[in-house]
Every structure is written in C-alpha cells, then in structure tokens.
C-alpha cells in the first residue's frame, strides 16, 4: 500500500521523537528562555509509538527514523529499536543521535540489527564543541564514531550545521574527514527552528557556499549517486576519497516538492512539516480508547494538511512568517 498526499507526494517516511531531553544543550537549539522538559506521562509511551507506526505502515511508511531530544537517552531504546524493526512493512529503522552515548551503546546497537546512524557534529574541536554544546563530551562522540566504524555501521553519516561566526571555519576540516574513511559528511543549511530567535539568515552559511570552500581546499567535487535514496541530500566526491560529501540545502533550495515525511512529536502529536506548527494530536485518542481507524484517520488527515512548501529561503524572516501564517502555524 502507498500513501499520497493530496499533492500527489509520496509519503513513506515517518520520523519518531521519543524524547524531548537531550544530553546537549546547543545554541542554535535550545531557546534562550528555559524550556520547560515534558513530564513522563507526557511522552508516548513506546508501546503508543510502536501502535501509532504499526497502523502507519498498514497505511505505506516504510521507513523511521528515531530521533529526539537526543534519542540514546531514553531507558528501553534499544528494545524499542528492535520493536520497531519487527514491525510487518518497516523496511528501514535509522536514528539520528548526537554521538555522546555511541561508544558505550553502539555494540548493542549492531546486535539489534545495525540501524543506519546519522550522528550530529559541529565541531571536530572540543573547545569549540563545549562553546556550542555547553558539554565537555567531544572525546565521547569521537569514541562513538570510531566505535560505529568498527562494527561496520554504513553509511555512517555526520551532520554538520556550518553557522556563519561559530563553526564555518571547519568546512574544509570535515570534508577532509572523507579522504580516507567511508564516513558521508553532509552539510546542512541553518534553519529557523529550535532556538529561532537566533536565525538570521546572514549566519546561515548556504551549501554553495560550503561546496566553494571545499572546491577551493580540494578542487571540484564529482556527483555521487551510488546508493542514492529518495533523501534530500545532494552528494558528491572529492576525486580519489573514500567517503561522501552531501549537501542538505532546505533554505536555497527547498525540497518540499519531494518531502516524503511525517513526523511524531515526543509528545504525541502528528507534523506534517517540520516548518509548521501545525500539529495533530494523537495521544489524547489513543489514550481515549480510540480503535486503529481512528488513528487512520488522522494520519490521512495530516497529509491533508501538509503544507505545499516554506518560505523561508524566499524573504528570510519575513518568510519564516508567511509560512507559518500560510499553514495556520
Ligand atoms: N539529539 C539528536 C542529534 O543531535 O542528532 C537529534 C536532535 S537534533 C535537533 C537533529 C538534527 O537537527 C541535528 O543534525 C542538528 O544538527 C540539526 N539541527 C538542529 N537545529 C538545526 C537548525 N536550526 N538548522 C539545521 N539543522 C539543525
């Protein structure tokens, strides 16, 4: 079975916050204000997540991804991992994980089946790493890294976020990291979500940006399409290298024309864009005693409302709005 929004985007990919803590606490996500951590009765419970994506992939997800909060904190992960790839039509479980738990729980992590891993990074210094996560746990990430690599995990992908005065000055340092080992380091554009108040879009360093400086150190990249998914990453190679260099460009070159994905807040409740604020809640129901075709329901109607596109690369801030006032956020 495949699921279609009413713009006729296929919607196979649904992405799963288990948690709303995390072990880090980064400028451009966490919001000046203190934040207030949700209750643990707030939180799906993981046999209401794994209901939620098992009537979802009756419906045509193939593919979750875990994510959080940071993921590897929450007690029971690596059960719920193993849940999740025992369920009928879950051809694909990754997580997205800040690395600091990695090197201790990577092995458990091969044995419930090697799920792919991105691991977020924005710094390969750890004095710059503390600037920008508060936290002294460089040498943990770097562990879980090479840990990961060990055991064989591929792709094995880390997420950097260049911001204009933190960390672009370690463009080229990352992208050599793919010189000799299989690593695929992809480079995300900055976004206004997490701590917006922060977003400007001068800070935000663009990925052709990216790419020159890395063509400058390395001279041109080739395209790399081997392996290439459905996912937003443009990819390429430096000649000669092991690894993959991605570009992931939602504010130069949005790709909501092939977004494929709903998301599940920690909380309960279905997105249908990560740029929007417009949510439907799922938990409530569940814990009314709703029955499977109620929550049918109102995954179909998620799609109904998806949003066509965002703004924001369009007016910068002004655009950030009129997406969110476009889609009711
Ligand atoms: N704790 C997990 C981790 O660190 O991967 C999951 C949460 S983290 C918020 C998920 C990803 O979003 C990371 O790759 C992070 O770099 C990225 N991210 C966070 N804020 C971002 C922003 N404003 N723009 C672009 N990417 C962002």
């Not at 991992?81 to 025992?86: E, F, Q, T, V, Y």
């Not at 340092?173 to 554009?189: G, S």
Request: aromatic share 6%; glycine share 8%.
């Amino acid at each position: 079975m495949s699921l279609y929004d009413p713009l006729q985007r296929r919607i196979d990919y649904l992405r799963v916050s288990v948690t709303d803590r995390c072990n880090l606490a980064c400028v451009y996500c966490k919001p000046r204000t203190k934040m207030k951590v949700l209750t643990h009765d707030q939180i799906l419970r993981y046999e209401e997540i794994l209901r939620l994506v098992r009537v979802a992939a009756s419906l045509g997800i193939s593919h979750v991804r875990v994510t959080g909060g940071e993921p590897l904190v929450r007690r029971g992960i690596i059960d719920f991992i193993a849940s999740l790839r025992g369920l009928d039509g879950i051809k694909d479980v990754s997580i997205t994980t800040n690395g600091v738990l990695l090197g201790e729980m990577a092995e458990a992590l091969a044995e419930v089946g090697k799920p792919r891993l991105n691991i977020s990074l924005d710094s390969l210094n750890a004095r710059k790493f503390r600037e920008i996560t508060g936290s002294d746990s460089w040498a943990a990430v770097w562990r879980g890294v090479a840990r990961a690599e060990e055991l064989d995990f591929y792709p094995l992908k880390i997420n950097m976020v260049p911001v204009r005065g933190i960390n672009e000055d370690e463009v080229a340092d990352f992208a050599r990291l793919t010189l000799d080992r299989r690593l695929h380091v992809r480079f995300i554009e900055f976004m206004p979500i997490g701590a917006n108040d922060r977003w400007r879009r001068d800070i935000c360093v663009t990925s052709d940006q990216v790419r020159a400086v890395i063509e400058q150190e390395f001279g041109p990249l080739i395209p790399y399409t081997a392996g290439k998914t459905a996912g937003p990453s443009d990819n390429y190679q430096i000649p000669g290298a092991h690894g993959v260099i991605g570009f992931i460009s939602p504010i130069t070159k949005h790709f909501c024309v092939t977004c494929r994905r709903l998301r599940l807040t920690a909380d309960g409740r279905i997105r249908p864009c990560l740029l929007s604020d417009t949510e439907i809640d799922v938990k409530s129901p569940m814990r009314g005693g709703c029955d499977d075709g109620e929550l049918e329901r109102l995954l179909r109607l998620s799609l109904e409302i998806k949003p066509e596109r965002h703004y924001i690369g369009d007016q910068g801030a002004r655009g950030y709005k009129r997406t969110m006032s476009r889609i009711g956020g």
